[in-house]
């Protein structure tokens, strides 16, 4: 997967020219890479119009040069096509160091070095968790996205904003980190899960024999995860009114599954593993959030990006569950599985 993102501003990096900066992020299930350049981009200046009886007028180009970031993920299982990619685009005569964070930045740092030729300068991941999360939600338009149930755009993007502080980050990588951020120094780690990402890919191989996580993701997108799991209605027979509790909320993960006597398609398990793991994650945030008294809650990581029906199964446990007014805001960011390597 390579995509890329315009920065708003030369400013933000425009003082390093077209230089080939990178810095890898290897954490216990995927390697992201994130590399800067500028792009020089051509299009047609269509001002020329067309005069009686006369030949259109030559069209000249507009050229632009801007500054983007792109992002790359690879499986851990793929980290020598990973070096092999740095080493023919990235690395040039002038490279010394290689910037990396995350746990496969201390566990790989001897392969790192005798593949690439290069000294590992590795970082302290939470602090470039903070730092490429602030820095995306200050300075980055449409990174940043919010789930509004029966909008025209449910999925709606939102503009940077310089006033971020203090919020909740739920980072979901193979497993949750859960941090307190209160200004671009001041942080802390507040609590946590075992229960996250890789679990979800775990559990999801063994249920449908799919290896890849990816693949993963899209056998859920397909499935109905009413099929496994046992709603409200399948055991009052409608809304529990007295508790507010809709007919059409899980009361159970894969509560069918202890007495159907037919099989289930891998399609509707991995949605009913998904909503179960999102379900789990989006109550220990609106917790947190609670304990903590924070307005805000940021959920990151390649879990959210990867599926499209996680941000509102998250929104809409905040909104179940908090009873305090305002709710906090719930959010992510569009690229959030690379933030800790843009930090």
């Known amino acids: 997967m390579d995509e890329s993102m315009t920065l708003p501003s030369d400013e933000l990096f425009g003082c390093f020219g077209n230089a080939k900066l990178f810095a890898i992020d290897i954490g216990g299930s995927l390697i992201k890479l994130v590399y800067y350049s500028t792009v020089k981009l051509t299009s047609l200046d269509h001002s020329a119009k067309e005069v009686a009886n006369e030949a259109l007028h030559e069209t000249p180009v507009q050229e632009e040069v801007t500054a983007r970031l792109h992002f790359i993920k690879f499986e851990n299982s793929q980290i020598e096509t990973c070096l092999d990619f740095i080493k023919d685009h990235l690395v040039n005569t002038e490279t010394k160091v290689i910037k990396a964070t995350g746990g496969g930045a201390h566990k790989f740092k001897e392969l790192i070095e005798r593949k690439l030729g290069l000294k590992v300068d590795t970082e302290d991941e939470m602090t470039c968790l903070i730092k490429g999360c602030n820095f995306v939600l200050r300075n980055v338009p449409h990174e940043p996205s919010t789930y509004a149930k029966h909008a025209d755009s449910e999925l709606r993007s939102q503009t940077a904003h310089p006033d971020i502080f203090p919020y909740l980050l739920v980072s979901i990588g193979s497993a949750v980190s859960i941090i307190k951020v209160e200004s671009e120094d001041k942080f802390e780690s ?89 379900n789990n994650i989006g109550h220990l945030g609106c917790l947190y959030a609670r304990v903590h008294n924070l307005p805000r809650i940021c959920f990151a990581g390649f879990f959210i990006r990867g599926h499209p029906d996680i941000l509102p199964k998250l929104t809409h446990l905040v909104k179940a569950f908090t009873k305090a007014k305002p709710l906090p805001q719930t959010k992510s960011v569009h690229r959030s599985g690379f933030i800790r390597a843009l930090g």
């Open 190 to 278: 507040i609590g946590g899960s075992t229960i996250g990402g890789r679990t979800f890919w775990g559990l999801g191989a063994l249920l449908t024999q799919t290896k890849r996580f990816d693949e993963l993701l899209q056998l859920a997108s397909k499935g109905q995860h009413t099929s496994v799991d046992m709603l409200v209605k399948d055991i009052y027979g409608g809304s529990y009114g007295s508790l507010g509790l809709s007919g059409e909320i899980v009361a159970c993960s894969f509560g069918k599954s202890a007495t159907a006597d037919e099989e289930f398609s891998k399609e509707d398990m991995a949605k009913s593993l998904l909503f179960m793991i999102s």
